[in-house]
């Protein structure tokens, strides 16, 4: 299993010397030439990818950065602009110390439902895809098709045909020799590392059970604009809309089901579960969504390892964490930091967010790309395994669901597509689709 330490290891053996013949043509020429970044997806996880990647070549190669931002796209062209008008502000608080490497053109602007074509057809080396998860399949198809390194954000799907897919772009971005990060930065972060390469060596003993959860408050809502179509209005409102959010389960737990799964070595292979929408706003589907706040799913792993995982939207005690169970002993980061036994086992240094991009940056200038697509469509289709083991109220087993012809993007989709949004789904109302 690869993990930072792993990476840190190979990078240190091979002296950091750049392999630029072994990649591809269009990914990075050599190891001291400018990365070239274009981001797709400008909200605010997608700005928040620019600062963190900036902050991290800044780390690595302090006053003589070599990475430029140099491209940007987005659905909406206010927001595709707004973006590329911060990141050149010299007097923005997170962006300004940035600005020479701001090198976005009005040309370089791209907005639509294929603007991420047109980036793509830049001379951009690396990728940044942070649009709502609904689109990430498509999106690293192209991006990979193109020849791109590529971060990408968490989910990378939200279905059986979007995890299908996925999988099928392990094997092309390896032989072409690409870098893709994903953005289950636990994966990055040194508390963990340290934490987990203890409990790999044995000390909590065999694992027995384990227990996550991301239990927290409401999100975000926004009024309908005047005269907005109803693609407009969902993908402003994108987390309350299954096709292109996934349920909060796929979104958001997804981090903590990728702990477990990490520690366990791969994903689970069945599920049962179940939950509802209790206390989202009530009404017409297509105003008010169709997402649950809240789902207990239980999932076995093939050993009889057990997981138990919570996640929901509603008011009450928040608890983000993870707990391993071992038959000597406890790992666990609930109440805060890194404990086995009551003792800590790990520390933090620098933000995961910041780290999985100097990780990123590293491997691509050795000519060693770390590619953690299979692992994070593993994480990815485990929350969607369990998603929809509680919608239907019934044990889903792994290959089944996966082979599933479950397929929620809307078909032949333009700005102008009439919406139709089916109900949240009654507990036990939902049916596995046949095999595709």
Request: proline fraction near 4%.
């Amino acid at each position: 299993m690869s993990n930072r330490r792993d990476f840190l290891k190979t990078t240190a053996a091979v002296g950091g010397v750049a392999v630029a013949n072994t990649l591809a043509a269009g990914a990075f020429a050599a190891g001291n030439d400018t990365i070239k970044v274009g981001l797709i997806g400008c909200g605010g996880r997608g700005r928040g990818a620019v600062r963190d990647i900036l902050e991290a070549e800044e780390k690595i190669n302090g006053a003589n950065p070599k990475v430029e931002i140099v491209a940007v796209a987005d659905v909406f062209k206010g927001q595709a602009e707004d973006a590329a008008k911060v990141f050149a502000n010299e007097k923005s608080e997170h962006y300004g110390r940035y600005h020479k490497q701001i090198k976005i053109k009005p040309e370089t602007v791209f907005d639509g439902l294929d603007a991420y074509e047109k980036l793509l057809k830049t001379d951009v080396n690396l990728v940044i895809l942070a649009t709502p998860p609904g689109f990430r399949p498509t999106h690293l198809e192209a991006a990979v098709k193109a020849g791109k390194n590529i971060f990408c954000e968490k989910p990378v799907c939200v279905d059986a045909t979007g995890a299908r897919k996925c999988y099928g772009l392990v094997e092309e971005s390896k032989k072409k020799n690409l870098a893709i990060v994903a953005g289950t930065q636990r994966r990055h972060q040194k508390g963990y590392l340290e934490s987990i390469k203890k409990i790999q060596d044995g000390m909590i003993g065999e694992v027995r059970a384990a227990r996550c959860s991301w239990n927290g408050q409401g999100i975000w809502f926004h009024d309908r604009a005047a005269n907005a179509t109803d693609v407009e209005y969902q993908l402003n409102n994108w987390y309350h809309f299954m096709w292109v959010c996934g349920d909060h389960i796929v979104e958001q737990h997804v981090h903590n089901l990728d702990v477990i799964n990490w520690v366990m070595g791969g994903p689970p292979v069945k599920a049962c579960g179940m939950g509802g929408r209790a206390n989202r706003k009530p009404g017409d589907p297509n105003v008010v969504g169709n997402i649950w706040d809240h789902f207990a799913v239980e999932y076995e792993y093939a050993n009889g390892v057990r997981l138990f995982s919570y996640c929901r939207h509603l008011p009450g005690e928040e608890d983000v964490s993870e707990t391993v169970f071992g038959s000597t002993g406890t790992f666990t980061t609930q109440k805060g930091g890194y404990r086995i036994n009551g003792k800590p086992s790990g520390e933090d240094d620098i933000s995961a967010y910041v780290q999985e991009h100097i990780d990123l940056l590293k491997s691509i200038r050795a000519g060693l790309p770390l590619n953690e697509l299979k692992q994070v469509t593993d994480s990815t289709f485990t929350a969607v395994l369990g998603r929809n083991a509680a919608y239907a109220c019934r044990e889903l087993k792994w290959d089944a669901a996966l082979a599933a012809a479950e397929d929620t993007m809307p078909k032949n989709l333009t700005m102008a597509t009439k919406l139709t949004t089916s109900r949240a789904p009654v507990p036990g109302s939902w049916k596995l689709p046949p095999r595709a």
